[in-house]
Each structure stands twice: as C-alpha cells, then as structure tokens.
C-alpha cells in the first residue's frame, strides 16, 4: 500500500551510462515531481508534470528527461552520466495545485563512479 | 527571489522543547511546510500553514509564523529521540506549482 514507490532504491553506474528511476503513486493525484538531494542535503526541484504535461523544468541539463505515460507515473531517463549527476533522487505527487503539500517516495541513491 | 533560510544544526535533551527557525524570503508565498527527514527516508509532510495565520497547533507540534519578518518556527514540545532527524521548511510561491525547500535542520535529541 506504498503511496509513492520509486526503483530502484540504489543505483552504482559508470560515468556516460544511461540510466533510468521509475516512480508510481497510487494516490489519484494528478501532478508529479522530481526533486534532486545533493551531498549537502539541499533539495532542488527539477521537473514537475501535470496530468502528464510538463510545467517546471528548472534548468535542468538536457541530458535528463522525464516522461509520464500516465499520470501515474513519472520516470527520469538521464543519459551520459556524470559525477555530478550522484545524489539521492526523490520524487513526489501532490492533489491539484499541491497547497496540502507533497508525497514523497523514499528515494533513489544514484552514484556515478 | 527563492531563498530559504535555516540553521544547520540543533542539540537538544530528551522532554525539553525544540525551536527549529525558518525564514524566507518571497512574500507572495500563500503556504509554508515543515518536513521531517529522517536517515535513509524520504520526506514525511509535518504539518503546513496557510499565510493568513499567524499560528497552528497540531498535538506536539506549533507551527509560529511571522509574515512581517518572513519568519516561521517549528516548535516540538517534549522532544524524543525519535525525533532526531532533519527538519525541512518550505515555501510555495504564488502561481507556481513547487516547493523551494529551505537548507535543513538537523535536530540531534540526546537521553
């Protein structure tokens, strides 16, 4: 009965893999993000999508890119990947404009090596 | 601007109270959040309030915010070691569809 479920929960990759996070929540929202947790603890918002349309891209390199089926789900694809790309990868769901807050999956582990 | 303003670390006894300070810096901001995190998890919605109050009191938890300064405050009564974590505020400006977090705090609850 997990709200919002990310896989994988870790992922070790090679610097210029390609890897994918996929994301589900099974609350009947209808928008959906992904926020970026760096080594600091610092949360980034990166990408959000409503009803499977993008709204936010926050400056965000264009070797990532999100793509929602459905509108429940959300999957990050990042292509080329970096050393910097390593930090921990949330996403999140809200009920329409979001104002009662966010749900949050308990977070991807990406380390590039 | 976007900027969310906390202090990074808080050490407090088990059964005193804790004040986690936040402030912010977009006036037009109609929500404010606190989130807990703790190791290894993803972040759980404390509690929220809404601009027009000046205050909002949910079991151990009150919620103070001070629109004039951009200033809120988490107060935890009778702090438990589980409640060692690290506690997030947030803004939600007006017209846009996000959370800009704050930097954290972590709260350290010691026996």
């Known amino acids: 009965d997990t709200a919002v479920s990310q896989t994988p929960k870790y992922l070790v990759t090679q610097m210029g893999n390609d890897k994918s996070i996929k994301c589900e929540q099974n609350l009947g929202h209808d928008t959906m993000y992904w926020y970026k947790q760096d080594s600091k603890k610092f949360l980034k918002i990166m990408f959000s999508?409503?009803?499977?349309?993008?709204?936010i891209n926050e400056t965000v390199p264009n070797r990532f890119s999100p793509k929602s089926p459905d509108k429940a789900h959300l999957n990050l694809h990042i292509n080329s990947l970096e050393l910097g790309d390593s930090a921990v990868y949330f996403c999140?769901?809200?009920?329409?404009?979001?104002?009662?807050?966010?749900?949050f999956g308990s977070g991807t582990r990406l380390t590039v090596v | 601007g976007e900027d969310v303003e906390q202090s990074l670390f808080l050490s407090v006894r088990e059964g005193d109270s804790s004040v986690i300070n936040c402030t912010y810096t977009?006036?037009?901001?109609?929500?404010l959040y606190w989130y807990k995190q703790e190791p290894g998890a993803g972040l759980q919605l404390l509690t929220y309030?809404?601009?027009?109050?000046d205050m909002k009191q949910d079991q151990r938890l009150t919620v103070l915010l001070n629109k004039k300064d951009k200033h809120l405050s988490l107060r935890i009564a009778d702090t438990q070691t589980g409640d060692s974590a690290i506690y997030f505020c947030?803004?939600?400006?007006?017209?846009?569809?996000?959370?800009?977090f704050g930097t954290g705090t972590r709260l350290l609850v010691s026996p």
């Open positions: 309030i809404f601009s027009n109050m």
């Open positions: 947030a803004e939600r400006p007006a017209g846009f569809q996000k959370l800009v």
């Open positions: 999140a769901s809200s009920q329409d404009t979001g104002a009662k807050g966010y749900t």
């Open positions: 977009d006036s037009s901001s109609t929500y």
């Open positions: 999508y409503n009803n499977k349309e993008l709204i």
